[in-house]
């Protein structure tokens, strides 16, 4: 049997791992001057890879443990993880008004690569906007709860 210090460390791991594949896809969009569909399937491709190494150990490890350990720490790390997803969901509602109006736009059978997303609808700009400051809001309350859960596992594991 795995002891639970081992599979700390491996989540602690898969979830610092994760940062740099935010990172990577926070560049991408931030370098590029025109966002076409290329650019953000190939940014989604790094953030999906990120999400993945942060979402599976919370839901698999942290959160069936949570309330045997339900005290400060483990609470404001919660509530910070919380936050971040619940920013991320608004991130979400913003990229799915633009894969709508790029499906709307016919876009997926006659692509034009070039294309400016926010040539696509009128709208385009507030769910981008919309997507901005979910990402914004996921990074820094993602940056918080890792921080705290970093220092929760030196607590418990390393002192």
Do not use: C
């Amino acid at each position: 049997m795995v002891s639970e210090t081992t599979i700390a460390t491996l989540t602690a791991l898969s979830v610092t791992a994760s940062l740099p594949f935010f990172l990577y896809g926070a560049w991408i969009m931030l370098q590029t001057e025109t966002v076409t569909w290329d650019v953000l399937i190939y940014h989604l491709k790094f953030i999906v890879v990120g999400l993945t190494l942060t979402t599976v150990p919370m839901v698999t490890w942290m959160m069936p443990r949570l309330f045997d350990q339900l005290g400060g720490l483990s609470a404001l790390h919660a509530v910070l993880g919380l936050q971040a997803y619940a920013l991320l969901v608004f991130a979400l509602t913003g990229i799915v008004r633009i894969f709508q109006a790029k499906r709307e736009a016919d876009l997926y059978r006659n692509p034009d690569q070039d294309i400016d997303l926010n040539d696509l609808h009128e709208n385009m700009s507030a769910w981008r906007g919309r997507l901005r400051i979910g990402v914004f809001g996921y990074v820094v309350f993602w940056l918080l709860a890792w921080t705290v859960g970093l220092y929760r596992y030196f607590l418990r594991y390393w002192l």
